[in-house]
């Protein structure tokens, strides 16, 4: 063969292997809701409870980062924060019934949900989306990073995000408030208005559950022979449209995936059957019941005491029931380890394995009744900690990184690995870097991160920072005001947060508030979310008659009483705005 035929094979042969030489990695994002990231990090006693083996396969293949926090521990914010890589204080994104509220993109057009809420409608949702000012989120930057994006199981956004999913299979679109079926704005109430009057009015210190109480034998929170397993049926249809998926992947094509694979477990209600159970330590669960007794009433704290009341858990410790919610929340985690499995031993035996990087995290944590608290918003560990799992070409295998990390993080470390510069204006920090891979994100990261809750179960806004071995918990009312003792642990010695010591530690406390302020301006927070609130409460009141709206309030709270509505018209009448009669805000 002369030497310019070999030339012109070479150059043939390159030609056709370059565009699979060029061609971007694929991209697995696995996501599951109200995981205690304590269960993924093997120095903790929680670790050893339920078995995990496809949650261990992922640890052993990959980065395990043990440091990892919610930016804001509840479904919707946390969900619109990561899928904007912004704080929610920045986003205006505060709870469950404030979400992204005009679609992304487009300020001018009411997200769906939003504008169906009684005392919002789609003039209120547009003008708060002005402020949002939501020009992008990770969607988005895939696509034009040329992507195929599928978006498969709970979303929890708002803005749109997820309305115009493509492909066959289960996909959610995004609701982040709960509204019966076929609900249109003002023609049928709110499914439960506790949670709109919970979150707006904090300061009116109603600290009634909007269920019956844990204790209650009307209570079915709890449900340990459940035929189906874990309530959330559509988590299956989401896992097998994403196995489906990956079957059909075509090697031969030039366009990359990025593939989201979301559930709902392990999500109260906290329902599991044997299937699940039988992957329990029990003796080991009990160990950690017994290690995280409950204070004396009068000794918790007194944000604690109000979160446990509205909560609806009992001021008396009952280890049946701690056990029994603990055992069935550990089952769900069971059966969520075995639908992540699905997927994972999919993208193993498909060609597109070699090529793409994995990342498995929840959305927050749960408290599974420690410190006399269910479900999550606190910043306590079993709330605040999720898991983070990387892996994939190039990254160690392994490996246990204790670096303080955020769901923050997700947005510019997905754009790093699409080969795209993380926009300069996200909050969070790529994470290649930490994976010694090349990166593109120019910002150095911090030794600390900042998270916040401001929900329906409080009645003061719940800041935090951690740095080092030390948590800063502070509490901030609707006036602006630091209202409520700061907390102060340290992780290393006391990792169940059973000794504050903040009184003792006053320049710490004071050093660490620095930086917490630095992240989020905790007074402006609280007075934006007290005057938004104001005007939903007068939006909401408007859309009725005195004897409607006050027969929906009646509704909202067990064991209600007429102090409860007094504390509400308190609230509603003590503050002022000068824009209160403009209610589009």
């Known amino acids: 063969m002369m030497a ?161 999913c493509s492909g066959s299979g289960y996909h959610d679109n995004g609701d982040w408030i709960r509204l019966p079926s076929g609900c249109n704005n003002s023609e049928c109430p709110e499914y439960f208005p506790g949670d709109l009057i919970h979150s707006w009015a904090q300061g009116a210190n109603i600290s009634k559950p909007i269920f019956e109480p844990l204790e209650d034998p009307y209570n079915r929170w709890i449900w340990e022979n459940n035929p189906a397993g874990g309530p959330f049926r559509n988590d299956w249809k989401a896992i097998q449209a994403c196995v489906d998926y990956i079957n059909n992947y075509d090697p031969t094509s030039d366009e990359p995936f990025f593939l989201y694979c979301s559930v709902i477990d392990p999500h109260p209600p906290y329902y599991t059957n044997a299937t699940w159970l039988s992957k329990l330590n029990e003796a080991q669960l009990n160990a950690t019941i017994n290690a995280t007794r409950w204070q004396p009433w009068a000794n918790e704290h007194p944000a604690d005491r109000y979160q446990a009341s509205s909560e609806g858990v009992p001021e008396q410790e009952d280890m049946d029931l701690r056990f029994h919610l603990a055992r069935a929340w550990h089952g769900q985690t069971a059966e969520t380890d075995y639908m992540m499995g699905m997927v994972l031993e999919a993208l193993r035996n498909s060609p597109a394995f070699k090529d793409t990087y994995i990342v498995f995290t929840s959305d927050h944590g749960e408290m599974h009744l420690e410190h006399r608290k269910v479900e999550k918003m606190t910043h306590y560990e079993g709330s605040a900690r999720v898991p983070m799992i990387v892996s994939g070409p190039g990254i160690a295998q392994g490996v246990v990184d204790p670096t303080l990390i955020s769901l923050l993080d997700i947005m510019p470390t997905w754009m790093d690995f699409a080969g795209q510069t993380p926009l300069p204006f996200l909050d969070g920090f790529s994470l290649l870097p930490l994976l010694n891979l090349s990166s593109k994100d120019p910002k150095p990261r911090p030794d600390h991160v900042a998270a916040m809750a401001t929900c329906e179960t409080v009645n003061a806004g719940h800041f935090m920072l951690r740095q080092g071995d030390w948590k800063l918990i502070t509490y901030v009312c609707p006036n602006g005001e630091e209202c409520l003792p700061s907390q102060l642990f340290n992780i290393a010695t006391d990792p169940w947060e059973q000794h504050n010591v903040a009184v003792s530690n006053p320049d710490l406390v004071q050093s660490m508030d620095v930086l917490l302020q630095a992240q989020i301006d905790t007074a402006q927070v609280m007075q934006e979310i007290d005057e938004v609130g104001h005007v939903w409460a007068k939006n909401w009141m408007a859309a009725y008659t005195t004897e409607q709206w006050q027969a929906q309030f009646k509704a909202a709270f067990y064991n209600y009483d007429a102090d409860d509505l007094a504390k509400f018209l308190d609230w509603l009448n003590a503050t002022k705005y000068a824009d209160n009669d403009d209610t589009t805000l």
């Open 4 to 164: 310019s035929q070999r030339m012109l094979l070479i150059s043939s042969l390159l030609m056709l292997i370059a565009p699979a030489l060029s061609k971007k990695p694929n991209l697995l994002f696995l996501q599951c809701d109200e995981m205690d990231g304590r269960i993924v990090d093997p120095r903790h006693p929680l670790f050893k409870v339920a078995a995990k083996p496809n949650l261990q396969w992922l640890m052993d293949h990959g980065v395990n980062f043990v440091g990892a926090y919610a930016e804001n521990p509840l479904c919707a914010p946390s969900r619109a924060s990561m899928w904007t890589g912004r704080r929610t204080a920045n986003i205006k994104a505060w709870s469950n019934v404030i979400s992204l509220t005009g679609m992304v993109g487009q300020p001018t057009v009411a997200d769906q949900t939003c504008a169906k809420v009684v005392g919002y409608g789609a003039d209120f949702c547009v003008a708060h989306a002005a402020k949002q000012n939501v020009t992008t989120s990770l969607r988005h930057e895939m696509e034009a990073a040329g992507y195929d994006v599928q978006l498969f199981g709970k979303m929890d956004t708002g803005g749109g995000i997820c309305d115009t």
